[in-house]
C-alpha cells in the first residue's frame, strides 16, 4: 500500500463525516506520529508533511552526524561516512534530514494507521453529532423511520444520524411504518457508551410551541408572544397568547383564515383539540378564558392558597369540567390556581336533591363519576339524556337506568 492509497482512504472519511480541514490535518499527524513512536520509540526528530490538495505526504527524519566510534541511536544519529553519501559537504555536529518512506515500515504498521485513523475519525463524528444535536435542543426535526420497537421508534435524519422516539414519547394515537416521515422535538441528547442518543418528542409542549412558530408569523416575528403552553397530548390543549401590537388580534392570527393555520397544527397532533386564549394579567377574567366554553357567574379567589371557587349555572357546569375532566385540569394547570366548581346559587333549585343523598341507595363510586361529568344533583342528572350519560360515563347501562329510576322516584 503506497502513500496514495492512505490519503484516499482518509479523504473519505472526510467527505462521508464532515470533517474540518484542520481537524483533519490534526488527525492525520498524530495517527502518523503514533506508527513512529511505535517504530522508533520516539517521534520528535520526525517532520511530517501533510498536503490535502495534493492527496500525499511526506515524513522527514533529522538525525546528527557523529563519528563511527560514537555511533549509538540509529535513529537519532548518523555516522559521517553514511552523511558523506547523502552529501559531500556533511561533517561532525551537523544535522542530516533525510525522507522516510512510509511503506518500509511494514504491512502491519500501515493497517495499525489505517485503524487509527478509522477509530479517531469516528469518536470525531460521534463528536460532531453530540454537539450539533446539543446545540439543538427544542428544535424540530424530520427523520424516517428506520426501524419500530415496542418501546421506541429509531428514526434516521437526512445525513443517517440516529434519532430515537420513545413510546411515551409520542401521541397516544401515532401510528408510524417503516420509511414515514416523523416530525418531533430534541428533548434530550446524552452520550452512552461514547456513542449519541438523540431522544425525540411529540407530547412535549415545547414541540406544540414550536409548531405555532412555523405556522403563525406572527409568533416567529415576535409580534404575538405564547405565554403558557398545557396539554394533555392527542386530547386537548390550552394556548395562551398575547400581543404587542394592538392592531394584531392574537387569537385570530394563530387561528388563521377560516382555521387554516390551526387546522395544520391540529392535524399534526392527530386532531387534539386546541383552545387558544388570550393572556390577560386579570387573574379572573385569565381564569374565566380558561374554562372556556363554559359561561361563567361569578369568581371567588384565595390567593393565599392559589385556589379559584367558580360558580356557573348548571347546565353551564359540564362544559367547565370537559369530558373525562380535561378542561377543569387543563385551566387549572394554564393558570395556575385549583379550581373548584360550583352550581350558581341563585339558580339552585330548592325541591333538588344533592346526590349525596342517595349513598344509601346509589353506591359512592356511582355517585363520584356523575360528579365527574359536573352533575352534583339529581335534576341535574335528569337533565342528561340517557344516551349521554352512557357517552358520557363508565356506567353499564343497566346502572344508568337504575340511577335514572332513582332519581325519578325521588320527585314523582
Not at 410551541?209 to 412555523?214: I, P, Y
Request: aromatic share 8%; net charge negative.
Amino acid at each position: 500500500m503506497d502513500n496514495l492509497n492512505l490519503i484516499d482512504t482518509f479523504s473519505e472519511f472526510k467527505d462521508l463525516k464532515s470533517i474540518d480541514r484542520a481537524t483533519m490535518m490534526s488527525v492525520l499527524e498524530d495517527s502518523f506520529r503514533s506508527v513512529l513512536q511505535k517504530q522508533f520509540g520516539t517521534d520528535e526528530n520526525f517532520d511530517v508533511i501533510i498536503n490535502p490538495d495534493k492527496g500525499d505526504f511526506e515524513i522527514w527524519r533529522n538525525r546528527t552526524v557523529v563519528a563511527d566510534d560514537e555511533f549509538t541511536d540509529a535513529n537519532l544519529q548518523i555516522t559521517l561516512e553514511q552523511a558523506k553519501k547523502i552529501g559531500d559537504d556533511y561533517e561532525v555536529g551537523e544535522e542530516v534530514t533525510d525522507e522516510v518512506k512510509f511503506s518500509d515500515f511494514g504491512r502491519r504498521a500501515i493497517l495499525n494507521l489505517r485503524q487509527n485513523l478509522a477509530t479517531r475519525i469516528l469518536e470525531l463524528e460521534k463528536d460532531n453529532v453530540y454537539t450539533k444535536y446539543k446545540n439543538k435542543i427544542g428544535e424540530i426535526v424530520t427523520g424516517e423511520v428506520y426501524q419500530i420497537w415496542k418501546r421506541e421508534l429509531l428514526l434516521l435524519d437526512d445525513e443517517g444520524n440516529e434519532l430515537l422516539l420513545p413510546k411515551v414519547e409520542q401521541i397516544p394515537t401515532d401510528f408510524f411504518r417503516k420509511g414515514d416521515a416523523v416530525r418531533a422535538v430534541i428533548i434530550r441528547v446524552e452520550m452512552r457508551n461514547n456513542s449519541p442518543y438523540i431522544i425525540l418528542s411529540r407530547t412535549s409542549s415545547v414541540f406544540l410551541e414550536r409548531l405555532f412558530e412555523l405556522e403563525v408569523p406572527e409568533i416567529f416575528d415576535g409580534l404575538i408572544t405564547i405565554k403558557n403552553i398545557v396539554r394533555i397530548p392527542g386530547e386537548r390543549a390550552k394556548v395562551a397568547v398575547e400581543s404587542y401590537d394592538e392592531r394584531v388580534d392574537p387569537v385570530g392570527a394563530c387561528v388563521g383564515m377560516k382555521g387554516s393555520r390551526i387546522h395544520g397544527i391540529v392535524r399534526e397532533l392527530r386532531n387534539e383539540n386546541i383552545d387558544i386564549i388570550n393572556y390577560t394579567n386579570n387573574l379572573q377574567l385569565y381564569i374565566q378564558r380558561a374554562l372556556n366554553p363554559a359561561k361563567i357567574s361569578s369568581i371567588k379567589l384565595f390567593a393565599n392558597e392559589n385556589r379559584a371557587e367558580v360558580f356557573l349555572k348548571p347546565e353551564e357546569v359540564s362544559l367547565a369540567i370537559g369530558k373525562g375532566g380535561l378542561n377543569i385540569k387543563l385551566a387549572s394547570q394554564l393558570t395556575g390556581y385549583d379550581i373548584d366548581v360550583y352550581r350558581d346559587r341563585d339558580t339552585v333549585d330548592e325541591e333538588d336533591v344533592s346526590l349525596d343523598e342517595f349513598s344509601d341507595e346509589i353506591e359512592g363510586w356511582i355517585i363520584d363519576e356523575l360528579k365527574a361529568i359536573g352533575c352534583d344533583t339529581a335534576k341535574n342528572v335528569l337533565g342528561i339524556s340517557r344516551e349521554d350519560l352512557i357517552k358520557r360515563t363508565d356506567l353499564e347501562e343497566e346502572t344508568i337506568d337504575e340511577v335514572l329510576r332513582i332519581f325519578k322516584a325521588e320527585f314523582e
